[in-house]
């Protein structure tokens, strides 16, 4: 059974600083995996999606990467703002139909 | 955004009685999928639909049912709500399955309690 784990849980910076957020899943055959942005009391914003075949993809400051082989992503949020500060999600699309997601990551940026 | 709604947003509701909760999209996409998403767990598949009439079950489907009788709705049936069904709903869709390209694109969700 996949599974996927983020670290940390929690993070607080404070604005302007560069930050990683990691996400690891323990099956490497999957077709994709998807970053999200949820907003308190919201819906999930899709902010990137990294092909298998793919090692990274890039959206303005967000930069996120895949290892398959070994099972990672990281998401890289460059000169942070307190626009930024949600909760982020990892996701993979494997085998079984749907994604499987992680816990998430809490941001939050310190003005 | 892509088109998504799902009705009702917020719904309380006792134990033992049956709800129905309602995702509508306006992309014409043919998979559609209803996801939980509870404090320590994440958000769990429950069902999905990859047709009008094709459904099958997710991760966390015990308790549930759902019908898909158009392109564009997809219903989440709770037979006989539980306190354990409390949670926030979300509903998905996405033109592709098992496939690299397949983006889902998420509802706003319904937060249903059960008291």
């Known amino acids: 059974k996949q599974e996927v784990t983020q670290i940390p849980a929690a993070l607080s910076v404070p604005e302007g600083e560069n930050l990683v957020l990691n996400c690891s899943f323990t099956d490497s055959a999957i077709y994709n995996l998807q970053w999200f942005r949820q907003d308190p009391g919201k819906g999930l914003t899709s902010l990137l999606l990294i092909q298998s075949s793919q090692r990274e993809q890039t959206s303005g400051r967000l930069n996120a990467s895949l290892d398959k082989s070994s099972g990672r992503s990281t998401l890289y949020i460059a000169a942070s703002q307190p626009g930024d500060s949600a909760t982020y999600l990892c996701?993979?699309?494997?085998?079984?139909?749907?994604?499987?997601f992680g816990k998430g990551t809490h941001l939050i940026i310190q003005p | 955004d892509a088109g998504i709604t799902q009705s009702p947003r917020h719904k309380v509701t006792e134990t033992g009685t049956p709800v129905t909760l309602r995702c509508h999209q306006t992309?014409?996409?043919?998979?559609m999928y209803w996801y939980r998403q509870d404090p320590g767990h994440g958000l769990r598949l429950i069902h999905y639909s990859y047709g009008v009439k094709d459904t099958d079950k997710g991760e966390v489907s015990d308790g549930y049912s759902v019908s898909r009788s158009k392109t564009e709705d997809f219903l989440l049936t709770l037979e006989s709500a539980t306190s354990s069904q409390t949670s926030v709903y979300f509903c998905?869709?996405?033109?592709?399955?098992?496939?690299?390209?397949?983006?889902?694109?998420f509802g706003p969700g319904t937060r249903l309690t059960v008291l």
């Open positions: 998905a869709i996405s033109s592709q399955a098992r496939d690299s390209t397949d983006t889902q694109y």
């Open positions: 992309e014409n996409h043919r998979y």
């Open positions: 996701a993979v699309r494997g085998g079984a139909d749907g994604l499987t």
